[in-house]
């Protein structure tokens, strides 16, 4: 079992960055893939970025590329966002995700992970 926190999000304007991070209990984090996904208003949850057990490699989604970096400490269980030149559309719950690694990299959709944590929200304004 693990359990998952987000923090860092907020409101922010367009142009600006932000760091998010995950905090996940139990002595196993190092056996997850982590990812994050995000959820816009009435739309549905997509994938923004993965990172594997090891932090190597990583994969991102074409809308984030660039201006995402994903990164994780195994000794402190962590894992972050950083996020630049945001953009109003960014605006999105965003959650981090811990999956058992497949044997398909990357692991994108939602299904792929076991335990989710309770998102925070990023509001960009324009």
């Known amino acids: 079992q693990v359990q998952l926190v987000e923090s860092g999000g907020g409101l922010v304007q367009a142009g600006d960055s932000l760091r998010l991070s995950c905090a996940a209990s139990g002595r196993t984090f190092s056996s997850y893939a982590m990812a994050w996904f995000r959820q816009a208003p009435g739309k549905e949850r997509e994938f923004a970025a993965i990172?594997?057990?090891?932090?190597?490699?990583?994969y991102y989604a074409n809308s984030v590329r660039g201006r995402f970096t994903i990164s994780r400490d195994n000794a402190k269980n962590t894992v972050d966002l950083q996020m630049i030149s945001l953009k109003p559309e960014d605006t999105a719950v965003y959650y981090c995700?811990?999956?058992?690694?497949?044997?398909?990299?990357?692991?994108?959709?939602?299904?792929?992970?076991?335990?989710w944590g309770q998102g925070t929200q990023v509001t960009v304004s324009s």
């Open positions: 995700a811990a999956g058992v690694p497949h044997t398909t990299w990357p692991m994108t959709t939602a299904p792929s992970f076991d335990y």
């Open positions: 990172i594997s057990r090891s932090g190597t490699p990583t």
